[in-house]
């Protein structure tokens, strides 16, 4: 009669442990899909926010090339403070012409090429307003930078 009671103990203890760790690899297995999802959709907002300001970049450098080259060109666009609660900030690259865009947590890349027959300047711009402009005193050199 007792090797019934200990079976029953035995069995419920075994069915418990085998319970939590079905639900402990769940969840984990569940956080890691959410991690990656969340990265993949950065990437993306990152993607489209970089597609937006090589658009800017290359109608600036349209403008510059018809000028005379005593042109005066600023385009201003708002973007996003955040993208999927983090927040990001855009580089230019000149020696490999391309934007560089990061975003903080999690650490997501992404980088859009730009074609200008301008001189892309090394610059920098937080998430927000960006302004491309081309540089004082020397108009056929663009840069980024907040507005």
Known sequence: MN???V?????YVLSLSIATLLVTGLLLAGG???EDRQEQVIRS????????V???INRADR????GNGATRVTIRQSFPE????????IRVNPGDNELVLRSEDPAVRAEI????EQTLVSSYADSGVVVVRNQTGASDELVIANG
Not at 82 to 89: F, N, P, S, W
């Open 113 to 116: 090429r730009v074609e200008t």
């Open 32 to 34: 890691t899909f959410v």
């Open 3 to 5: 090797d019934r009671a």
């Open 7 to 11: 079976s029953s103990t035995l069995n």
């Open 63 to 66: 403008l510059l090339s018809a």
């Open 45 to 52: 907002e990152l993607r489209v926010i970089g597609q937006q």
């Open 82 to 89: 955040q993208i999927t609660g983090t927040g990001y900030d």
């Open 54 to 56: 090589a658009s800017d």
